[in-house]
């Protein structure tokens, strides 16, 4: 599928791209019409290409300097080996109760995970990275070891298109199990909404990051989710416990607006603490944030 300029935004806007059923074709489209909107956007000096370079440092070979890409961007940068290039990338999806939430979003926090892990592995595969995928909410409902072939990208495609959401969150018992199996280095990329324990989500990050491995963090939630945009008497039930509470909203919003904000801060402030790439997103946001995101980090590591 070839996106004309002026179709860029609408093939990143979640809740249209969430039309197209084949998911292999959404992370395409998705890919297709970032890479067009990043030629048109501030973000210059950025480097998204999909061929495989860094830039040149000190003592690297001149023979290995790729003049055509000097000519258009006027820095030197270098050909990649492929010892150099392959990254190793475990993504954990949360699929829990909670993630399958929506109000002010025609789709629900799961439905725009599921997007964004399939766009991720899209990129990673088609950079001859390995890409792994969990899938988790209090136990590990499936697991691929991380692989970077196209029949591969398939088998996460499949797993992803066939995710229903269940359970409570247990985010630090779940990515231990597998953060502990872990013998190379890499990145490992978390898209949950976090609702769970705050000192185990740190616990968990921090162990990550211990392990020596690059961590993005991608909280998703829905928009009513950070700014209580509940108007009327409501019934809140917890997707989780199944718990209700009846209420009207403006009796509880400063509360809620106050401990929302507490939470995200101190999340935000320990990703920062380590070195963590944190992003919040809502399910509003198009997918350009997200993909920035990895890019930078992508980046970073070379």
């Known amino acids: 599928m070839l996106l004309k300029t002026k179709d860029v935004r609408t ?79 475990h993504i954990f999806l949360d699929a829990s109760n909670s993630m399958n939430f929506k109000y002010s979003s025609n789709i629900t926090k799961l439905e725009y995970a599921v997007t964004l892990a399939a766009v991720l592995s899209y ?37 992803l298109s066939n995710i229903k959401p269940q359970g409570a969150t247990n985010t630090n018992k779940c990515i231990d199990q597998i953060v502990n199996k872990i013998s190379k280095r890499g990145l490992t990329i978390i898209i949950s909404d976090f609702f769970d324990d705050i000192n185990l989500i740190i616990n968990t990050l921090k162990h990550i990051h211990f392990k020596k491995n690059e961590v ?46 507490d939470f995200l801060g101190r999340l935000k402030s320990e990703c920062l603490n380590y070195g963590i790439e944190y992003n919040l997103i809502d399910t509003s946001n198009t997918f350009d944030k997200a993909l920035l995101s990895y890019f930078s980090k992508r980046e970073k590591m070379y």
């Open 11 to 89: 093939y990143l806007n979640p809740e249209i791209i969430s039309k197209i059923e084949n998911l292999e074709l959404r992370a395409r489209t998705i890919v297709e019409g970032f890479m067009i909107g990043y030629h048109r956007s501030p973000y210059h000096g950025f480097s998204v290409e999909f061929s495989e370079h860094r830039p040149y440092m000190q003592g690297d070979s001149l023979r290995n300097i790729d003049w055509k890409v000097y000519a258009k961007r006027e820095k030197y940068f270098v050909k990649q080996f492929e010892e150099e290039t392959n990254l190793i990338c």
């Open 123 to 159: 990129i990673m595969i088609n950079q001859q990275d390995s890409v792994g995928l969990a899938v988790y909410s209090d136990h590990i409902h499936d697991y691929l070891n991380p692989k970077s072939n196209n029949v591969y990208l398939k088998n996460i495609l499949t797993v």
């Open 216 to 261: 993005i963090a991608f909280q998703i939630l829905d928009p009513a989710e950070k700014n209580f945009g509940f108007e009327t008497d409501s019934i809140f039930v917890d997707l989780e416990t199944k718990e209700q509470i009846t209420t009207q909203p403006y009796h509880i919003k400063k509360a809620y607006q106050n401990a929302m904000n």
